[in-house]
């Protein structure tokens, strides 16, 4: 069984950056890929950005430019880079390893979140 936990949330101010970790647990983590999702106070789920084992990455529109998605296959580790963050950055963010694509439903295995808040 994986276990992915989340870490490096916080509290930051706008335009600051912030590096999200999700860390993989147990047997041998070889997804087909890894997503960053995030879940605001009152509203759904949303993609954020996810890698492909092969490398491939996709990005939410809202988040282009802003936001870089990695791996390190040596730690088990997947990591979002935000920059220039912004108050509707806030939100749970979670990760996710399984299949690879913009729908949670790709997904099978989910971290417990990590809170990011963004201050005006």
């Known amino acids: 069984q994986v276990r992915l936990v989340e870490s490096g949330g916080g509290l930051v101010q706008a335009g600051g950056s912030l590096r999200l970790s999700c860390a993989a647990s147990?047997?041998?983590?070889?997804?087909?890929?890894v997503g960053w999702f995030r879940q605001a106070l009152g509203k759904e789920r949303e993609f954020v950005a996810a890698?492909?084992?092969?490398?491939?990455?996709d990005y939410a529109d809202s988040v282009k430019g802003r936001f870089s998605i990695s791996r390190d296959n040596a730690k088990n580790t997947v990591y979002l880079q935000m920059s220039s963050l912004r108050p509707d950055d806030t939100a749970v963010y979670y990760c996710?390893?399984?299949?690879?694509?913009?729908?949670?439903?790709?997904?099978?295995?989910w971290g417990q979140g990590t809170q990011v808040t963004v201050s005006s």
């Open positions: 996710a390893a399984g299949g690879y694509g913009t729908s949670s439903q790709y997904y099978s295995t």
């Open positions: 147990g047997r041998t983590f070889r997804p087909t890929g």
């Open positions: 890698i492909h084992w092969a490398g491939m990455t």
